[in-house]
């Protein structure tokens, strides 16, 4: 029971972190025009960072069925 309830708290945390992510100041910081192998840089931002937020996901609730 405490490891689902610890699993909770960290989705919800994880939740905040993309809250925080996907927000307008730090947007604002990769809309610079540049471009990264060919793809601008904002797309490449939210890529990466949704990618990194399912990973993140994924990890916690894995953890939670051992």
Do not use: H, K
Not at 6 to 29: K, W
Not at 38 to 66: D, K, R
């Amino acid at each position: 029971m405490q490891r689902r309830i610890l699993a909770g708290e960290r989705l919800v945390a994880a939740f905040l972190c993309g809250c925080l992510l996907f927000n307008y100041p730090l947007l604002s910081l990769f809309d610079t025009g540049g471009s990264l192998f060919g793809v601008p840089l904002l797309y490449a931002y939210v890529f990466v960072a949704w990618a990194g937020l399912i990973a993140m996901m994924a990890w916690i609730i894995e953890g939670q069925s051992e």
